[in-house]
Every structure is written in structure tokens, then in C-alpha cells.
């Protein structure tokens, strides 16, 4: 079983539900909303997708860590101006890419943003604790 990243993209200026919904949403629209994220994680739970996901911060909460002549230099705001950033992410297993093209169909439909999706290669420690997982 391989992973996937299931990125949500939002639009600037324009906040997709997933990246703010809190400030977008009256309070019946919001619990509506969560409600579905919730049955889809449900969902990806119960059929072993769901490995994480979560939203993130509006692009002004960004800083970028750059190295300059061997110094970090820290700025605020995203690394590139963009029309569109990622408001959030999951990381999925699924059997195939027609499977996680699947999961992220079922995304757009919760979440009404666009989707990327992208194989996962682990590294590091995160792929040492993998090794010896059923699928891996």
C-alpha cells in the first residue's frame, strides 16, 4: 500500500472553506460543514485511508527560514505570492493511484476546494517506522 498527499488548495483573497470557515460561514453552515469533514474522516478511517490531515494557518501566518551567506534570515508571509496556496492536507494509504484519485474526489465534494494529489515518499524516521507495517 502506497501514501498519497491530498492537498487542498484555496483561493487568496477568496477563503475557501477549508482554510477559514469559522470567518466565512454562519454557525448552522459551519456545524454543516464540519459535520461532512468529519463523516469523511470517518470514512477514510473505517476503509484504512486516513493516516493525518489537518488545515492550516491563512498564508499570513507564515514565516519562510531562508539561509543568506550562512545566516538563517527570517521573513513573514508565504514563500511565493500566489493566486491559490494550500489551506490543508491529507495523507492517505491507498492501494493505487486510481484509489487516491478516489479519496480526493470524495474531498472535493466535502470540502468544494481543489485537490492535488501526489505519492508520498517517506524518508527518514517516518519511513523507518513504517517499515514492518502491513503494506509497506
Known sequence: MSQYLLSIHAQSGGEAPAEAPQHSMAPEKMQEFMGKIIALEAEMDTGGAFAFGGRLAG???ATVV???DGNLVMTDGPFVEAKEHIAGFY???AD???AALAWAG???DCVGAPIEV???VASGRVADQM???PGA
Do not use: E, H
Request: hydrophobic share 40%; no cysteine.
Open 59 to 61: 498564508t499570513d501566518a
Open 66 to 68: 531562508r539561509s543568506s
Open 91 to 93: 495523507i492517505i494509504n
Open 96 to 98: 493505487d493511484l486510481d
Open 106 to 108: 470524495k474531498v472535493v
Open 118 to 120: 501526489r505519492p508520498f
Open 131 to 133: 517499515d514492518g507495517m
